[in-house]
């Protein structure tokens, strides 16, 4: 199995997708805020790329809006993009639409893939898990922030690619570095990243907290043929 792993969204083209299985990761926040959301109990999650896309689908079917804009909440929405604000007694059976600077654009880019499933800290061993059980070659999308790399997706990413072993490549093998040096402390990593620092300006260092907890479930979005993001379970047992 090939493990590829890309950096940034802006880097990654239709043809990163062609015959593989794409892991999207967005750790702060949009992935992480998808797989708590899926946790409890959301019936699915639109990703659009822009607030105007949003909009037109709230008033089309009434679905609620969720997302940010520089981190904060984006006016007329229901939910910014803080996990802590997907709680089950306000999501639980809802469709959410979801928009924000990264993650959104990445997981409609990685769509060109065969499969499409979304990572964070959270699920990050399921992940692995289900790739290396689906047995095709990998690639590793790692959302980044406004065209820059993140520490914390990466550190992620490298986090899977250490699970799936396999052929890594030159991205997947410096990220599996990474994780190698951070993975007993992923909280102050992502407290050293660019937009961790950000989110603690704005007065979401919980958000990090919660963000930085390793394998609290085994919850699998992935994308449906529809491009909305759905919640499976990884079965262990399961060949
Ligand atoms: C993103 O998509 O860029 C992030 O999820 C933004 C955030 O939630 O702070």
């Known amino acids: 199995m090939k493990i590829d792993l890309i950096l940034r969204h802006e880097d990654f083209l239709a043809k990163h997708g ?5 892991i999207v990761i967005d750790v702060l ?31 089309k079917h009434g679905y609620l809006l969720a997302g940010e804009e520089n ?16 709680e089950r007694n306000r999501v639980k059976g809802k469709t959410l639409v979801l928009c924000t600077s990264n993650g959104t654009k990445a997981i409609v880019k990685a769509s060109a893939a065969e499969e499409v499933v979304l990572a964070s800290f959270l699920n990050a061993s399921s992940v692995a898990a289900s790739a290396a059980r689906l047995g095709r070659d990998v690639v590793i999308l790692c959302a980044g922030t406004i065209g ?6 990466t ?32 909280l102050n990593c992502l407290r050293d990243s660019f937009h961790g620092q950000d989110l ?8 990090l907290e919660y963000a930085s907890q390793v394998d609290k479930t085994d919850v699998l979005p992935v994308l449906d043929e529809n491009g909305t993001i759905v919640g499976k379970k990884f079965e262990r047992g399961e060949t």
Do not use: W, Y
């Not at 062609?18 to 794409?22: E, I, L, M, N, S």
């Not at 926040?29 to 959301?42: D, E, H, K, L, Q």
């Not at 820059?148 to 997706?153: M, R, V």
């Not at 603690?200 to 958000?207: E, T, V, Y």
């Open 18 to 22: 062609r015959g593989r299985t794409a």
């Open 200 to 207: 603690i300006k704005l007065g979401f260092a919980k958000d």
């Open 29 to 59: 926040r949009a992935t992480t805020s998808i797989v708590t959301a899926i946790m409890n109990g959301v019936s699915s999650i639109v990703p659009v790329m822009t607030s105007e896309e949003a909009f037109r689908m709230r008033e």
């Open 155 to 186: 550190v992620c990413g490298g986090m899977i690619a250490d699970a799936l072993g396999g052929e890594l490549s030159p991205n997947a093998l410096e990220a599996r570095r990474l994780f190698l040096k951070h993975k007993d402390d992923v």
């Open 71 to 86: 981190g904060l909440m984006i006016q007329g929405f229901d939910f910014g993009n803080s996990p802590l604000e997907f």
């Open 148 to 153: 820059q790399e993140s520490l914390e997706d």
